[in-house]
């Protein structure tokens, strides 16, 4: 009987505790109201089993990466891209987040963020020459920076650290252009080479 008890206490108050990491902030909610007034920070704490459920959100500096992102230029090619963009979440935008934003009690980086960061990059390509893209790539980035990190500060209080373009690649038909335009250029450098050897050769002649 002892041991049952013993048993029992232990069971309720394994079920009573709960542990905020320390990259993390959290919520509680009983029967899907909120009960806590500001996001927990790490540490131990109490809950009522199996009627509080406890909402966590990682807040630590986290770099998201989106993948093959297809941006179409002002002169009608395409390129695709892949972003890098490092950010955190401040306390303040904890509850906004969880309880304010997509699903109740969490909060999907990926599926909110993504399409904000494809759009501005969109934005920023389409005023954007192809030929042009590789010098100005760092003012490129730039934009899209400013873009994204003032939507998402606007939307959801999250605070971007940094964005980088990690890779650009270009459509084949723009790469057989480029390829097509280095040779003409290199064509007409070896013809005016020719031309240059040869009235040198007849004026070594002459002379």
């Not at 590789?134 to 003032?150: F, G, K, L, P, Y």
């Not at 057989?176 to 040779?183: C, I, L, N, R, Y």
Request: no cysteine.
């Amino acid at each position: 009987g002892v041991v049952l008890v013993l048993f029992l206490v232990l069971l309720g108050l394994w079920l009573s505790l709960f542990v905020i990491e320390p990259t993390e902030m959290a919520g509680v909610r009983r029967f899907g109201m909120v009960t806590t007034t500001q996001p927990l920070g790490p540490g131990i704490y109490l809950k009522l089993p199996l009627v509080d459920q406890v909402d966590r959100l990682q807040v630590s500096l986290d770099i998201l990466r989106v993948a093959d992102l297809t941006m179409y230029t002002v002169d009608n090619q395409w390129v695709k891209i892949s972003i890098g963009m490092t950010y955190r979440i401040p306390t303040a935008a904890v509850f906004r987040l969880l309880y304010q934003v997509g699903r109740f009690g969490s909060f999907g980086i990926r599926e909110n963020v993504e399409p904000i960061i494809a759009d501005r990059a969109m934005r920023v390509f389409a005023r954007r020459n192809t030929i042009k893209i590789s010098e100005e790539r760092e003012v490129i980035a730039n934009e899209i920076r400013q873009a994204v990190t003032a939507r998402l500060a606007e939307l959801f209080g999250l605070e971007v650290v940094d964005l980088q373009i990690a890779k650009i690649e270009y459509s084949p038909t723009f790469v057989a252009s480029v390829e097509t335009a280095v040779k003409a250029k290199n064509d007409a450098v070896a013809a005016e080479n020719t031309v240059n050897r040869i009235q040198f050769e007849a004026e070594q002649l002459r002379v």
